[in-house]
């Protein structure tokens, strides 16, 4: 079957786990495991342009990851570092849309300046959007668009009873995004981590025991195709879903 008649999911959304796990296993420093963590994120985004996907997000670094080891932390702040000074060129080159999303208040003045030149310089681009979490949590995600609801309330902009769902995913960080079709956890956990929790209400969830570093084009293709048997209802009945079809 051709990709083009593959059904394919609009949004991907990635937590990229077991990149200690795959240093360790080797021997090497757990810093190893996520440098070659980024060369995966390469061939994913590679595969996920060629496929036509429209939006890429990985969790990169969350809110909770601030409680590792300092050395540790320092490490994949260096790494983020450089990898927006060696990728974001050829990411623009390719026409690839490239999002921060978190508190980006939280890393060093340098580095919300390279994510300021990123976003500038690749946002009129039209491919594929690569949203890449950083310093987020989904809970703070929530809250931070409840807070700007409510600073509307307390100046009389807006009516406490007028507060919809809608209006939250207006202030949500992926408010210009669709919702995520396709949630995959490598590394053998199951479970969402704080990420993306209101945008992932219908999302259908994969996981495989594959060690990020080793998730490679085919290891997305596996997913996919997963997902393009799933029938997904959004509260429906199959047998609507089936009315539909042969309407």
Known sequence: MSEQAVKIPRHIAIIMDGNGRW???RLQPRF???RAGVKAVEGIVKRCAQLGVEVLSLFAFSSENWRR????????????????NNQVKKLHDNNI??????????????LQKQIKQAHEMTQNNTGLTLNIAANYGGRWDITQSVRQLAEQVASGELAADAISEEMINRH??????????LF????GEQRVSNFLLWQMAYTEFYFTDVLWPEFDAGQLNKAIDSFR??????????????DDADA
């Open 69 to 84: 080891p300092g050395k540790e932390v320092s490490l994949l702040m260096d790494l983020f570092s450089h990898a927006l």
């Open 172 to 181: 949500l960080t992926t408010a210009s995004l669709p919702e995520p079709d």
């Open 229 to 242: 048997h799933r029938e997904r209802r959004f509260g429906r009945t199959s047998e609507q879903l089936q």
């Open 23 to 25: 240093a360790k296993q």
């Open 184 to 187: 995959i956890r490598t590394g």
């Open 32 to 34: 190893m495991g996520h």
């Open 97 to 110: 849309k490239l999002q921060i999303i978190g508190d980006i208040s939280g890393f060093s003045s340098a």
